[in-house]
């Protein structure tokens, strides 16, 4: 019953490969992130979608592409890994404006 | 610009000791929330509070309070007789009007209760 779920929890992939971070929300939220977490634990929104559209898109490389095939799921393809990749990488749902994100267990990923 | 605030990067206390953690925000917006999260070691991010800007009553759960002061944009949160269990990374966010609902954290206290 967990509320937001985001496998594979760890990732070990080489430069250069392709890999994709799967996302689900079973809490009827129409709001759902991509956050990511730097070595020094320091959290930064990527990428929002609201019901399926794309609401916010930060400076993020294009190598990076969210894609929402309904508004309970949000996946995260990354092309052509780099060693700058690695970081843990959060999903998350939030039900309307201002109210709290709850967030995944993290998908720990590291580039070698 | 920095929009929040944690000075205080890691802070050790010995078992049963109160700990204030610091956080201080930065918004042109009159309408905004403000959250706090926790990080255990185990690394999920387990939501503590919100509150909005309209809002600045204190409030207390458990152990846990919260002190919010609009006239220094400061959102602190206290942790009383603590124990073990609360060892984890600690952060404040803000959410602004005009943000799209996007979390601003701050880097975090790293907070370690020594037994």
């Known amino acids: 019953d967990t509320a937001v779920s985001q496998t594979p929890k760890y990732l070990v992939t080489q430069m250069g490969n392709d890999k994709s971070i799967k996302c689900e929300q079973n809490?009827?939220?129409?709001?759902m992130y991509w956050y990511k977490q730097d070595s020094k634990k320091f959290l930064k929104i990527m990428f929002s979608?609201?019901?399926?559209?794309?609401?916010i898109n930060e400076t993020v490389p294009n190598r990076f592409s969210p894609k929402s095939p309904d508004k309970a799921h949000l996946n995260l393809h990354i092309n052509s890994l780099e060693l700058g990749d690695s970081a843990v990488y959060f999903c998350?749902?939030?039900?309307?404006?201002?109210?709290?994100?709850?967030f995944g267990q993290g998908t720990r990923l590291t580039v070698v | 610009a920095q929009k929040v605030t944690q000075a205080q990067t890691e802070i050790s206390v010995v078992e049963k000791e109160d700990v204030t953690l610091d956080c201080v925000y930065e918004?042109?917006?009159?309408?905004?929330?403000l959250f706090w999260y926790k990080q255990p070691p185990s690394g999920e991010l387990v939501f503590l509070i919100r509150r909005n800007s309209f809002d600045e009553q204190n409030e207390i759960s458990g152990r846990y309070s919260w002190n919010f002061q609009k006239s220094t944009s400061s959102f602190n949160f206290t942790i009383t007789a603590s124990q073990v269990v609360d060892s984890a990374v600690y952060f404040c966010?803000?959410?602004?009007?005009?943000?799209?609902?996007?979390?601003?954290f701050g880097k975090g206290n790293q907070v370690v209760v020594i037994p």
């Open positions: 809490l009827g939220h129409d709001t």
């Open positions: 979608y609201n019901n399926k559209e794309l609401i």
């Open positions: 998350a749902s939030s039900q309307e404006r201002f109210t709290e994100a709850f």
């Open positions: 966010a803000l959410s602004e009007a005009g943000g799209n609902n996007r979390l601003a």
């Open positions: 918004t042109r917006d009159t309408t905004y929330y």
